[in-house]
């Protein structure tokens, strides 16, 4: 990875409150994938712009091995983060990559793609998130854009207090991470805390936000966050940030964005602002139109 060994130290004066825990949903995916989904379509306006996050972690190939074969997207952006072990995508654009251990696929599906998620081994552990990041209006039929980020493509910096930060989106601490995006300025940390330590981030008032822990058990304004648990950060215009205490030894994501303030219709892998867009993503999935310019 690309190390900064002096990271700018932000300060945060009015920090945010907890205003929920969420706890995921255990579901199936694809062709089976087992996962749990963080964050649900009951939550998608109050963390526009985001529209999912999807956890997956099993050591049993029977809970991933036949993968995400053909599906398509349309109106939205996908960003798939590896934790652990390989995965082949494959899309009509053209666009072929293998995530491995650490790396980040960002995909904006804009107009349609169809596309296809391989595990690429037949034994160990698997592991990753998937994060759905809606796009405005103006930019729903958009050409669709791809790339692979290496585990050694993304800038990481390591703070004073020796919490390991991994940008995958937006900047911190003086460092810009891999994406950043005008719309939506989309922020995407993974921290990795040691016990004791505490990580203070700079936010907008006006940008949603919410952390998942990954791993151990971390507190923010006094409250707990256990493991495998979201918790949504509350909005407040006086807030400038949002300090992260680790109880234990801690793995989290931090997660925010500027909202879009936009209606968000969703069938499937459709996400419009109108049914009628909705009805017209169906009807040229259905007759082979789904990236066409037109």
């Known amino acids: 990875m690309t ?5 700018r130290p932000e300060s945060v004066s009015q920090p ?22 963080v964050l649900t379509q009951a939550l998608q306006r109050r963390l526009d712009p985001f529209l999912m996050l999807d956890a997956f972690g099993s050591d049993n190939p029977d809970d991933y091995i ?7 997207h349309r109106g939205f952006e996908t960003i798939t983060y590896m934790i652990a072990g390989r995965m082949l995508h494959r899309d009509s654009a053209g666009h072929e990559g293998l995530l491995e251990n650490g790396g980040v696929q960002w995909m904006t599906a804009g107009r349609g793609v169809i596309h296809s998620e391989i ?21 729903k039929m958009c050409a669709p854009w791809y790339r692979d980020f290496a585990a050694a493509d993304l800038p990481r910096f390591v703070t004073g207090a020796g919490v390991t930060v991994t940008l995958i989106a937006g900047s911190s601490h003086g460092v810009t991470g891999a994406v950043t995006r005008e719309a939506t300025l989309p922020l995407y940390l993974d921290l990795h805390l040691p016990a004791g330590a505490s990580f203070a981030q700079s936010l907008p008032a006006t940008h949603n936000a919410f ?11 006094g409250q707990s966050i256990p493991t495998q648990h979201m918790a949504i950060l509350a909005n407040d215009a006086a807030a400038d940030g949002v300090v992260i205490e680790a109880t234990e030894e801690a793995k989290i994501l ?17 996400v419009m602002n109108t049914a009628q867009e909705i009805n017209q993503a169906i009807n040229d999935f ?3 139109r789904l990236g066409s310019v037109e």
Do not use: C, K
């Open 286 to 288: 259905r007759t082979g």
């Open 66 to 72: 036949a993968g995400f074969p053909d599906h398509p």
């Open 16 to 37: 945010r409150m907890v205003e929920q825990l969420v706890t995921g949903q255990p579901t199936s995916d694809g062709a089976g994938v087992q996962l749990t989904r």
């Open 3 to 7: 190390t900064h060994p002096t990271p």
């Open 254 to 270: 931090l997660i925010a964005g500027q909202p879009l303030h936009e209606p968000i219709t969703q069938h499937g892998p459709f």
């Open 119 to 139: 595990p690429q081994q037949e034994a160990g552990v698997m592991e990753g998130f998937q994060l759905w990041l809606n796009l405005p209006g103006r930019d």
């Open 211 to 221: 952390i998942y822990v990954y791993r151990g058990a971390v507190s923010v304004a």
